[in-house]
């Protein structure tokens, strides 16, 4: 009897070794890529004696250090190197701790001359491989405090920001929208949070104002909103997947998910790959080898030929039954029952099917109307195909008091310089045309 609790035991921890340990799966971390408004109106007050640069890079150090161990974070900042020049990636998305991506900003951008080349820089960021890496989770960090601009202004290029974001949508790449400050261009921040599907719920797509509660983007008055919203986004970008892997890397799989009275939830069962499991072990008698000596194994969960390896080969035992598939989107789980040692294909529910632009996840991926699936000049929100880059009765230029100096408190947005601006006030003009008539007036007499 000795030897076959031997047996039993060396059979147990064969059948243990076989279950994947979670813990020593590889696991692909997030990627991120923080793009950063460096234009010269970043230098207006936020309040509490910070400019809104000092601001953000508080909160982004913050960020990366409560989340570098589970995000593969990246820098991009823009302009770069000034002027309107394209953003540029100084830190590439890897495993970068929190002082790598501060070295990344640089200094505090200029006094003047920094404009806001915003379209221009997602541009440039649905180029950067790692980002077009279909394999990984990849998301972009937008943070803005003013207009697509740059000198002079163009109104026609005010949404041009909407369609890049599709772009990068299109990519697989989810685009994160956050406003800091009064000064923003609430107007195109919000269809471009639609156009990224990452509206907040109950948003107003069509607001303009920067203080309206209901924007779809995220807007940040101050730093202690600014580091709420990027822990917020953070948590978002780390949250557990129904999908098998370990998507927050804590070494769990689907752990944020209930199980049901059998162990499972629909990605699988608990600390084992989705849908394995193992029916109890049994004892092998001595009767039974005397009776059946040199028994063929079967796949029925039996010890059959008493060698102390149960069911060898075999995938799973004859007759058992697990569920299948997902319960995600428009998807349903179906089940899969076991013959011959192997699971069957998966029968019932709902599989996953091609996109629509319907506000439904047909592909069950957890993300509702992504990619390209609206014709030409539409994109796809709220359910349906819209034209975001129409002009509404919004006014296209921005008030007047956005495009004088940048430095102002209020915080203009528009990274203005005097350069190509005339900066001498009409009111003076006129007085020097009355001393000149004065001078020729006395010369007469």
């Not at 000092?54 to 593969?72: G, L």
């Not at 580091?227 to 070494?251: K, Q, V, Y």
């Not at 629509?356 to 359910?383: F, H």
């Amino acid at each position: 009897m000795r030897s076959i609790t031997v047996s039993l035991f060396l059979t147990a921890a064969c059948l243990l070794s076989a279950v994947p340990n979670a813990a020593a799966q590889r696991c692909d971390a997030p990627q991120a890529l923080i793009s950063v408004d460096k234009s010269s109106s970043m230098l207006g007050s936020i309040g509490g004696g910070l400019t809104k640069w000092d601001a953000a890079q508080m909160a982004i150090e913050e960020m990366a250090m409560s989340y570098a161990d589970t995000v593969n974070f990246g820098l991009q900042i823009f302009p770069y190197p000034n002027r309107c020049e394209p953003g540029a990636v100084t830190i590439d998305i890897g495993d970068n701790d929190a002082s790598t991506l501060i070295e990344g900003l640089g200094e505090a951008p200029p006094g003047g001359g920094n404009w806001t080349p915003m379209a221009q820089t997602l541009d440039v960021a649905a180029e950067v491989p790692a980002l077009r890496d279909t394999g990984r989770d990849n998301h972009l960090i937008l943070i803005t405090d003013g207009w697509q601009w740059c000198d002079p202004y163009e109104a026609s290029t005010r949404f041009t920001p909407v369609d890049s974001v599709a772009t990068l949508r299109a990519l697989g790449v989810t685009v994160h929208v956050v406003g800091f400050g009064m000064g923003v261009d609430a107007l195109t921040l919000n269809r471009a949070a639609v156009a990224a599907g990452t509206d907040l719920p109950g948003c107003d797509a069509t607001g303009s104002d920067p203080s309206d509660p209901n924007q779809c983007y995220h807007q940040a008055n101050d730093i202690t909103e600014l580091r709420s919203i990027l822990d917020a986004i953070g948590r978002d970008i780390t949250d557990e997947l129904c999908d098998g892997f370990d998507n927050d890397c804590d070494g769990m799989i689907d752990e944020d998910y209930d199980l049901d009275d059998d162990g499972y939830t629909t990605c699988g069962t608990d600390d084992t790959m989705p849908g394995m499991t193992f029916p109890e072990l049994s004892d092998c008698e001595d009767l039974l080898a005397e009776i059946n000596p040199g028994r063929e194994e079967i796949c029925d969960g039996i010890d059959n030929d008493c060698d102390g390896i149960r069911d060898p080969g075999c995938a799973c035992t004859d007759g058992m039954r697990q569920p299948c598939g997902m319960d995600i989107g428009v998807c349903a789980p179906g089940e899969q029952v076991c013959a011959a040692g192997t699971w069957g294909e998966c029968s019932g529910g709902t599989l996953p099917a091609g996109e629509s632009c319907d506000g439904r996840d047909e592909d069950c991926d957890e993300r509702v109307d992504e990619g390209v699936l609206c014709p030409d000049g539409l994109t796809c929100a709220d359910g349906g195909c819209i034209d975001l880059t129409t002009p509404t009765d919004t006014p296209m230029d921005p008030p007047p008091e956005l495009r004088e100096n940048p430095a102002m408190p209020s915080g203009a947005g528009c990274a203005c310089s005097t350069i190509g601006v005339s900066s001498t006030p009409d009111s003076l003009w006129g007085l020097a045309g009355l001393m000149g008539l004065a001078l020729v007036w006395r010369r007469r007499r």
